[in-house]
């Protein structure tokens, strides 16, 4: 009865270490690989406002990314769904959003911009292509849908 107590024991621990090696392992390949892939989105409020005959044009920020070393993978406008005063002059609440390396992350925080995960909000944000801008970035609206300006 011993014997076999003791062998059930050496069982489970054989089989926890497997899971705990298979685990780590798991892991560990699944790091290295995201790692040097990894992506992270920014945003940055347009500053554009109400009545306003502007063209949204995440252009010109790209440019600013671009300029400081900071690699542009994609843009896209975005609103992020609050309720806004409804006044000529007043924000539009009109933000661009940018893929960048997740590298280059710090730099484009230090030029103003914010990490899309640290935003409050963030799961409100929508993605549509810039109109006029020649973009067409990761739109979860369906154009017929998208926000007339």
Known sequence: MVLVRAMEVRFCCAVYALILIGGIHTAMANSSGAANAATVEIVRN???KQCGDETPSPETFAKLLQTN???VLSSACASDGAMRLQVCGADRGLFY???IDAAALPKALELGFTDMRQQPQAARFRKFACAGSGQS???VLNPQNAPSR
């Open 46 to 48: 347009s500053g554009l």
């Open 69 to 71: 070393g900071v690699k």
């Open 97 to 99: 959003v940018y893929e």
């Open 137 to 139: 970035g990761g739109s």
